[in-house]
């Protein structure tokens, strides 16, 4: 059975940084894309980053654009998402998912119905 675990969420004032894994057990390959999503209170759940297996290029929303970076070691079967600059607005539970294909065009990388494995999310809180 595949299982993603998140961690590395917390309280955190603006102008912070955070740093999240996610890893993944029970598969033998490293999958498709693995990707970020967060939904805050009320809202739904949104698109932030994804990274293909290979690890060559990353795609973003343009709400994290130059202060988020993804990243994944396929060796630790992780992936990262480095937090730079959090603003209140980016409080929110952030879910990782990975994808059982390689999607290397921003459309379907950003789609939620592009990801067949999810973890149960770890909250990420900024204060003004």
């Known amino acids: 059975q595949v299982r993603l675990v998140e961690s590395g969420g917390g309280l955190v004032q603006a102008g912070d940084s955070l740093r999240l894994s996610c890893t993944v057990s029970?598969?033998?390959?490293?999958?498709?894309?693995m990707a970020w999503f967060r939904q805050a209170p009320g809202k739904e759940r949104e698109f932030v980053a994804s990274?293909?297996?290979?690890?060559?290029?990353?795609y973003y929303a343009d709400s994290v654009k130059g202060r988020f970076t993804i990243s994944r070691d396929n060796f630790k079967n992780t992936a990262f998402l480095q937090m730079n600059s959090l603003k209140p607005e980016d409080t929110a539970t952030y879910y990782c998912?990975?994808?059982?294909?390689?999607?290397?065009?921003?459309?379907?990388?950003?789609?939620?119905?592009?990801?067949?494995?999810w973890g149960q999310g770890t909250q990420v809180t900024v204060s003004s």
């Open positions: 998912a990975l994808s059982n294909t390689i999607y290397y065009a921003a459309h379907f990388a950003s789609q939620e119905s592009s990801y067949f494995y």
């Open positions: 029970g598969r033998k390959s490293s999958g498709g894309n």
């Open positions: 990274i293909p297996r290979a690890g060559d290029t990353a």
